[in-house]
């Protein structure tokens, strides 16, 4: 189910069209979900419209329509309208530094004594000001205080209640629910809410001002301070605001879901929230957010659905695949939501579906699940196995019965002001290698959050009760405090009890702690073996599992976490209570077939085989009678493997070429050399209206190549000339978007050699863009709902022709390719050549094209042969022999390999013709970027221009010369 960016001029009519492509590609429903370019003012009479356009013709295809409770992002300030009525409702923050008289003013908090953290006279301060520390608040106009109840209440009052009063009773009863999205205390600073320091205040007993610089010092009792302070804010932050929307939505009979900011680690979460997992229990489908393509970081996921499996929360939501690039392909989709439902997600939020990929928009952290996409019509065979999936995991037991310690509290205690604290650093990593321990040997676990132990929490002789979960393996990771409320508990169970790495008890309560308890602690044995789901033959560490048990069987999903190397082995169940029959079971159309499997002693084994990142779902029956060895399916013998050769032909629709190297004069002034995506943020420099041209250029050799047109976005607003001749813009078509418009070039006013485009015109921005770039210095709020009146964005040359550089290819990275020098136009050739799309004169196609191959058999073997192809960088392969089609469905994964009957072929040359999709990237880039930058970074708004703008923080940013694409080709190269 998509975030639909609602990201332009919206009609009805365009929703509604692409909604039913939606369901088309296999979608379930959508988020929709106001965000930057939105050209129709948010929640405005327009607006409320199209929401009930869109609801009504979900419930009319079956989906499901959810709203989103901002315009951008993180929720909470309604668009404006909350931290519209004033500082009292706005978000302030801590600022700490030396003492200093010309500091102290209204905005002053207290001033602290640096050798006890606790508070002093300014009288004392002004005496020795370098052993004080001054305490300031600071204001963020764009954002919200979220601790303080009155805020939320406005905030329900002019988005959530709104949305309920504006749409009809019927329409509102078909409203799915509600996505509240990275709501925050302060990311990075102490929260300053005087409604929470009161509350602190009176519940304390005494003044919170008395302490607070023991948050930035480390002084004695400081650690217990901070875990009050910390664990308050958090449990306050969620009763405020989460709570108070999620029992909203009950009662008006909406589900609410989303997901919370800076859940990576411990650290991160402590000033941005307390701590994540106060706010799952309050969700009707809590969720998470993963960016990249990184592997899911187990952590993040499992503190969530820990939580849900607790308190019996079925659905689990993941939002997902933000950041992951243009060439994010459908076998990566597959491999990193499989592993999110291994560690218990079983929703996927798609980020991101674009209303439109107009100027700005298709940069908004890429891809876009829309149909734009040239993989669109294909990807529903993965949309129809993940939703398969989800539900076969919602609907069962999730096997396991070890629980992890949370390591919050001890986290609260530590925190002081710094991410990277050795007590944090090892807190951290001895979770990590905790994980990676129980992931490595198949052992399923929960975490164990310990507000929620003292809240639901119980011992039952050697089982540990958490909500609606029983454990009887408890861990205990590096951690160096314990509530006494969960010291308790634990000194009660009888089960199994153990640590996990090298740590002390130090604190109860943030109190220090005692002698004997100090001595139980170290008493704890340590972790020594692993308890997995599996037996396996010999250690697979690469494999993970998921367990859910039904009443008549067993459900494994497999996967192989790793991505270069092939798994294969022999596996049964630690435990086999029944006489089952194994069967694997395919999500995309739920057919089975039975798997290879042996007798080992009274255990039947089970033999896997998974290529790199391969998942398997394994269906354990409950057999009545017990099958004997004989009803084993035998191991086929293999087929004669060949690869498709690496020499051969490609066929494309159409080339395409990026002008993007530009001269600009601004007012008639002189010429200023410089990529186009620098164009806009150059011309916004100073308000008013500036008369504007920018040249680009392009070198033909050799025939002038047919179907030459130039591809642009906007071209109303420009006067446009080829080698100093005006030409009048005809629109032809579009490709991709509707954006992207497409005119013919006169041939007659093409000649050989260099070209010169012209693109003259106004650029002009209302005020209000200019106030909002303002705003873009101070909070994210501004950048993240930004729109532009008039954008300019880079031409392209589309045609039959190919794109020559004048210098050797570079490689990038195992997955880019750099072109250097100036790109020339040349006529298409018909000669072999490397079955590589960069090197045969494509390296910016993007789309559907064709291979052609030879494939050369002395003999034709009886059983026919397995053609293996070897893809990088393309997708959805389909493969024709000799004019027949022998994929069924198209490959999206590996091992790439098509089994070819032997009537198809013949001895001798057989035609091979492989079909396959080409993403968006090489077309769209970024172009100049590093690959280890956007590797590691992800493919943000950031790495799309040359000069500083809002989406890179305003700092210069890495620009590269040179085209970096993707690698594109079949074959072994």
Not at 129 to 150: I, Q
Request: aromatic fraction near 12%.
């Amino acid at each position: 189910m998509p975030f639909w960016s609602w990201n332009d001029r919206l009609t009805s009519e365009e929703l509604c069209r692409q909604i039913r492509q939606m369901h088309e590609g296999g979608y379930g429903g959508f988020f929709m979900h106001a965000r930057g370019g939105l050209g129709t003012p948010y929640m405005g009479e327009a607006y409320m419209s199209c929401v009930e356009a869109c609801v009504r013709e979900a419930s009319r295809l079956g989906m499901e329509a959810w709203l989103y409770d901002e315009n951008g992002w993180p929720s909470g300030f309604g668009g404006g309208y909350v931290n519209g009525l004033g500082e009292e409702y706005q978000q302030k923050y801590l600022v700490a530094s030396d003492f200093s008289e010309d500091l102290w003013d209204d905005r002053a908090v207290g001033v602290y004594r640096r050798r006890d953290g606790v508070a002093a006279t300014v009288e004392e301060a002004r005496r020795a000001p370098g052993e004080h520390l001054l305490l300031r608040y600071e204001v963020n106009p764009c954002y919200v205080d979220l601790l303080d109840p009155r805020v939320t209440d406005a905030f329900l009052e002019s988005t959530y209640g709104a949305y309920f009063r504006r749409l009809p009773p019927e329409v509102s009863r078909q409203v799915a629910g509600v996505f509240t999205d990275e709501p925050q205390l302060r990311i990075g600073k102490v929260f300053y809410s005087p409604w929470f320091y009161r509350e602190f205040s009176r519940r304390e007993g005494r003044e919170i001002r008395e302490e607070l610089g023991k948050l930035f010092l480390e002084v004695p009792g400081a650690a217990a301070f901070r875990r009050r302070f910390y664990g308050e804010a958090g449990r306050w932050f969620s009763e405020n605001y989460t709570r108070k929307l999620g029992e909203w939505c009950r009662q008006h009979g909406w589900g609410f879901t989303g997901h919370q900011v800076q859940e990576v680690d411990y650290a991160e979460q402590t000033l941005s929230s307390g701590a994540v997992s106060f706010h799952y229990p309050y969700y009707s489908m809590p969720g998470v957010d993963h960016l990249g393509t990184h592997e899911p970081y187990p952590f993040l996921v499992r503190q969530m659905t820990s939580v849900a499996a607790q308190q019996g929360q079925q659905r689990r939501l993941v939002e997902m695949f933000a950041c992951c690039g243009w060439d994010l392909s459908l076998e990566k989709m597959g491999w990193m939501y499989s592993m999110m439902q291994i560690y218990g997600i079983n929703f996927l939020c798609n980020h991101l579906y674009a209303y439109s990929l107009k100027g700005l928009r298709k940069r908004d952290y890429p891809p876009s699940f829309g149909d734009h996409e040239p993989w669109f019509p294909q990807g529903r065979i993965l949309n129809n196995a993940f939703a398969r999936g989800n539900q076969w995991l919602a609907e069962g037991e999730e096997m396991g019965e070890t629980l992890v310690l949370h390591g919050q509290t001890s986290a609260w205690c530590h925190y002081c002001q710094d991410n990277n604290a050795p007590p944090l650093r090892h807190l951290v990593e001895t979770t990590e290698r905790l994980m990676k321990r129980l992931d490595d040997c198949q052992e399923p676990f929960h975490f164990g959050f310990e507000p929620h132990l003292a809240e639901w929490g119980s011992v039952e002789g050697t089982w540990l009760r958490l909500g609606k979960r029983r454990y009887r393996r408890v861990i205990l990771p590096g951690l160096t405090q314990l509530d006494s409320s969960t010291l308790t508990l634990l000194q009660a169970f009888s089960g199994e009890l153990m640590r996990f790495g090298e740590s002390t008890l130090t604190f109860v309560d943030g109190r220090e702690a005692t002698e004997e308890e100090r001595r139980w602690f170290q008493n704890i044995p340590f972790f020594q073996e692993s308890q997995g789901l599996l037996e396996c033959q010999e250690p697979l560490p690469e494999l993970r599992v998921r367990g859910t048990a039904y009443a008549n069987g067993f459900l494994l999903l497999l996967v192989n976490h790793g991505e270069q190397t092939p798994l294969s082995g022999w596996i049964t169940l630690r435990e086999d209570p029944f006489s089952w029959l194994p069967y694997w079971v395919e999500p995309q159309d739920a057919s089975r077939k039975p798997a290879v499997w042996r007798l080992a002693g009274q255990k039947k084994q089970v033999q896997i085989a998974l290529p790199p990142g391969g998942t398997g779902w394994l269906w354990l029956e409950n057999s009545p009678s017990e099958a004997s060895p004989e009803a084993c399916p035998a191991a086929k013998s293999p087929k004669t493997l060949l690869s498709l050769p690496s020499q051969g032909l490609f066929r494309v629709p159409e080339n395409f070429l990026p002008l993007e190297l530009c001269r600009l004069s601004v007012e008639e002034g002189p010429w200023e050399e410089m990529p186009l995506s620098s164009v806009q943020w150059r011309l916004l420099e100073g308000e008013g209206a500036k008369r504007f041209r920018f040249q680009v250029t392009f070198t033909l050799e050799g025939e002038l190549p047919d179907g030459l047109s130039l591809m642009t976005e906007s071209p109303e607003q420009y006067c446009i000339s080829l080698n100093g001749n005006k030409i009048q813009w005809n629109d032809a078509s579009f490709r991709f978007d509707p954006s992207f418009r497409v005119a013919p070039l006169p041939r007659t006013l093409v000649r050989q050699g260099e070209n010169v485009l012209e693109f003259a015109g106004v650029f002009q921005q209302s005020p209000q863009v200019y106030q909002q770039l303002a705003q873009c210095h101070v909070f994210e709020t501004a950048v993240n709902n930004l729109r532009l009146d008039q954008e300019i964005e880079m031409p392209y040359l589309l045609g039959h022709f190919r794109v020559l550089f004048p210098q050797d290819q570079e490689t990038d990275g195992e997955r880019r390719v750099r072109m250097k020098g100036r790109p020339v136009l040349m006529p298409l050739d018909n000669a072999a050549a490397p079955l590589d799309l960069a090197r045969a004169g494509f390296p910016f196609f993007s789309g559907k094209g064709s291979a052609f191959a030879t494939l050369c058999l002395p003999q034709v073997p009886p059983e026919g042969v397995r053609l293996a192809l070897h893809p990088q960088g393309l997708d959805c392969l389909e493969v024709l022999v000799n004019g027949t089609m022998v994929t069924p469905t198209p490959l999206w994964r590996r091992p790439w390999e098509v089994d070819v009957p032997s009537s198809l072929l013949s001895p001798g040359e057989n035609a091979v013709e492989v079909r396959f999709v080409s993403s968006l990237r090489n077309l769209l880039g970024p172009h100049h970027a590093s690959a280890e930058r956007e590797e590691t970074w992800g493919a943000g708004p950031g790495l799309f221009a040359s000069v500083p703008n809002p989406f890179n923080g305003f700092r210069t940013p890495e620009w590269i010369s040179g085209f970096s694409v993707a690698k594109c080709r079949l074959g072994d190269q």
